[in-house]
Nanobody, 114 residues
Framework: QVQFVESGGGLVQPGGSLRLSCVAS????????MGWYRQGPGKRRDVVAS???????NYADSVKGRFTISRDNAKNTVYLQMNSLKSEDMAVYYC????????WGQGTQVTVSS
């Protein structure tokens, strides 16, 4: 069973930066594209960034130009560099494959507040 362990969230001021990490167990990481998803209060969980095995990336319009997704296949780890954070970025961030196949991890909370 694939498991994902997200880390790196925290409290940051508007305009600040955070780097999220997600370690994946199982073979799914080496087989599928990976995505970062987020779920804000009262909102559905949506993908914000994705990366294929070869490194091609895609971003939601709301984060384009501010977030960067990357992956280290040797470490089964996917990263999300988040810059110029806004209050609307506040959410619990999760990683999973794209399409979603593995079970959801606990996520990591990102709070943007002055």
């Amino acid at each position: 069973q694939v498991q994902f362990v997200e880390s790196g969230g925290g409290l940051v001021q508007p305009g600040g930066s955070l780097r999220l990490s997600c370690v994946a167990s199982g073979s799914i990481f080496s087989t599928y594209a990976m995505g970062w998803y987020r779920q804000g209060p009262g909102k559905r969980r949506d993908v914000v960034a994705s990366i294929t095995r070869s490194g091609s990336t895609n971003y939601a319009d709301s984060v384009k130009g501010r977030f960067t997704i990357s992956r280290d296949n040797a470490k089964n780890t996917v990263y999300l560099q988040m810059n110029s954070l806004k209050s609307e970025d506040m959410a619990v961030y999760y990683c999973n494959s794209l399409p979603v196949i593995g079970s959801w991890g606990q996520g990591t909370q990102v709070t943007v507040s002055s």
